[in-house]
């Protein structure tokens, strides 16, 4: 939680007092992203496999990835995803400089190195090789974004008006797997330090394509600005304004985003009323929703640990 009150053993704040130290709080909020930061962007995930996959030559794939988008038990999934992976690695091992293979690979590995795995050095493992993955994607959809990850924040924006509309897919891509590696490599400064430049990725490519992936762009840059304090780039007003236009962008279908509002907006600021709301209304709706159903049942079940958590936290 970013902005939060000092708190007891119970949850309950202390008046007036804050924790402040900036890497403690940096890294506890990011961690705390774990499974919701990635989530968002599994539906992206499970149709690049399925172009990918299809491209060498199974008609299946599209059946493939409709059965695990409306599948209502997570565990399938995760259980079927290590197969993926393998599958991804020996395609890029024959087209090394494909950027459909290489962001199909870093979208995957970063969803299942921080969604489905709890151990932290292989989550570190998983989160890097999609960093690298999404990196070499950058490169060969565009040269002059090559290197652009190491530089320093005013030269990155920069680098950044070299986006071109046919890179915006790419970037969206590097962008999910940097912060998925960060997440992963939550106690690492240098790691944290990154988020404003993940978060200027993440605004190029609504700058550059404002419909590619609207929802998903609204809600990770809601989730950016939440994370934060003020003093370290948070904006909360924002971060609101942001989670309420991925709701109607997706039209309320996606439950994920109202958990995510709850978490890191209502909670952070303590707005119980909004809290409780948002959550209620994600354990009250139907889940199935057509290419939303993993991720809506996923939703649920964290909105019920919130719920469930609240009076002591409150």
Sequence with gaps: MILSQSSTGTGRRRQGRFSCHPLRVRAR???????????????????????????????????????????????????????????LDSFVEGAPENESVLSAAAELYAAYGVVFVDEPLRARRLTRRARSYGQRALCSSNADLCGIWDLAYDDFLDRL??????????????ALSWIAYIQAHSDNFGALARLPQVEAALRRVQEVDPAHEAASVERFLGILNTIRPPALGGDFEAGQAHFERAIELSGGRDLGIQVDYARYYARTLYERELHDRLLQDVVAADPVARGLTLFNTLAQDEARELLDSADAYF
């Design 161 to 174: 008006g070299r986006v071109r509309e046919r890179d915006v897919a790419v970037l969206y891509t590097f």
């Design 29 to 87: 909020a990011v961690s705390r992203a774990a499974r919701w930061l990635v989530t968002p962007f599994w539906a992206m995930v499970l149709s690049a496999c399925a172009t990918v996959v299809a491209s060498a030559g199974s008609g299946l794939a599209g059946n493939l990835t409709v059965a695990m988008m409306n599948q209502d038990d997570p565990a399938i999934v995760r259980d079927g995803a290590p197969a993926y992976l393998l599958m």
